[in-house]
């Protein structure tokens, strides 16, 4: 198994959204739209643009031997998130609607649902497996290859935010060194829920 750096033009850009898309459908459902293929097209705009939490720079993509993707990993330092070059990038890639919702309602919703990430944080968005490869070590190879990044970039610690119906995930972090610090309740949007957030202090 190898480990890149998401290459727009090399990498399957269907495959790379379809997995990211699965990890947190809800949330692609009400900021980018309802219908899946729509939401997965706005995904991948938003992927090629670049400079925005999903953007191609902070993907990276564990392949097989013949380039196939079997995992992703999105994640970034959180300095490297600058709100005015989003807006920049959401008002190309959506509708107007959209616009509003990723610009006005999603920055509350995140500070209401998700981890507060310091300039020195490497904050963990999505990793994401192929299920055609679930259980063969792909997720534990993209978890270790972070931790890397995160060194390779004088990050602190490292952070991240687990849904609470999402046990299974909570308990495989916490065997990767991760502990959780807080958690956040939300009911909004039709979603009754909350979140762990976790830490490794690097």
Not at 107 to 124: E, K, L, Q, V
Not at 142 to 148: K, V
Request: charged letters at 30%; one cysteine or more.
């Amino acid at each position: 198994m190898n480990i890149e750096r998401l290459d727009t033009k090399r990498h399957d850009l269907q495959l790379v959204s379809e997995l990211i898309y699965e990890t947190d459908k809800d949330l692609f459902r009400i900021f980018l739209d309802e219908n899946r293929e729509k939401a997965l097209k706005k995904l991948q705009k938003l992927i090629v643009a670049g400079k925005n939490p999903y953007g191609h720079e902070n993907i990276h993509v564990a392949e097989d031997e013949d380039g196939k993707a079997m995992g992703v990993l999105v994640a970034y330092r959180g300095d490297e998130i600058k709100f005015m070059d989003e807006v920049k990038v959401y008002r190309n890639a959506v509708n107007f609607l959209q616009f509003l919702k990723l610009t006005l309602v999603k920055p509350i919703f995140d500070r209401i649902s998700a981890s507060s990430i310091d300039g020195d944080d490497y904050y963990i968005g999505n990793i994401a497996v192929n299920p055609e490869v679930r259980g063969k070590g792909t997720g534990t190879f993209l978890l270790e290859h972070s931790f890397e990044i995160a060194r390779k970039k004088n990050c602190k610690r490292m952070v991240l935010d687990v849904l609470f119906y999402n046990t299974k995930a909570r308990a495989w972090y916490e065997k990767h060194g991760f502990t959780v610090y807080g958690e956040k309740r939300f009911k909004w949007f039709g979603l009754d829920d909350g979140t762990w957030g976790m830490e490794c202090l690097l």
